[in-house]
């Protein structure tokens, strides 16, 4: 069982930055592939990034290729996604989410991921 723990959204202007932390409960952190989701409000969920438990391959949505950047350190249990120049669009719930044993790849499937944390908000104001 692993448990996923969100935090560092808010409210940002168009063009600032967040980074969003993503911190897991358990021993085998590294077997996981991470993924970063969201949802708008009306919309369905939608992938945003993902990195493999390895931390050598990484996938980002097309919206937000260039502008954000996902990051895992094992030896604290976290993932992170910095989100730079953000947009109005990008404001949504985000989710962490665990692929188990999931070393070398990525998927951008959410119904393929495991476990999911409570969600964190992020709103950008034009």
């Known amino acids: 069982q692993v448990q996923l723990v969100e935090s560092g959204g808010g409210l940002v202007q168009a063009g600032g930055s967040l980074r969003l932390s993503c911190a897991a409960s358990?021993?085998?952190?590294?077997?996981?592939?991470m993924g970063w989701f969201r949802q708008a409000p009306g919309k369905e969920r939608e992938f945003v990034a993902a990195i493999s438990g390895s931390g050598g391959s990484t996938a980002y949505a097309d919206s937000v290729k260039g502008r954000f950047t996902i990051s895992r350190d094992s030896a604290k249990n976290t993932v992170y996604l910095q989100m730079n120049s953000l947009k109005p669009e990008d404001t949504a719930v985000y989710y962490c989410?665990?692929?188990?044993?999931?070393?070398?790849?990525?998927?951008?499937?959410?119904?393929?991921?495991?476990?999911w944390g409570q969600g964190t908000q992020v709103t950008v104001s034009s």
């Open positions: 358990g021993r085998t952190f590294s077997n996981y592939a």
């Open positions: 989410a665990a692929d188990a044993n999931r070393y070398f790849s990525t998927r951008t499937n959410d119904r393929e991921y495991d476990y």
